[in-house]
């Protein structure tokens, strides 16, 4: 299968597939995004503890993204992410709609 494309996405919560993604977007030189939808914080089990060891496995990486999407400033603040420059930083808009 031949994939042509103009950008690579991808989020955070699929084990490796983000990473992957990166990798492949880098080699190519296609322009690469990644929506971060957690801090890794909160959970106090065993996934919680997954969590925060993807979160620092997954630290080397993010830097050679074009852009990393946030969906919120709490989450865009957190100092996991510290390691990514802050131009490459978004905060992503999100619009809910009413339907009745």
Known sequence: MEVDTDIFHS???CFLIPEIT???GKIRKIPTFVTMHSSFKGRENIIGLFER???VFMQPFLPICSKVFFISNYIKSNKIFSLIPE???RLQSI???NHQ
């Open 11 to 13: 989020h955070h919560y």
């Open 87 to 89: 131009k490459r930083k």
């Open 53 to 55: 060891l993807y979160s």
């Open 22 to 24: 990166m990798i492949i």
């Open 95 to 97: 619009i809910l709609l």
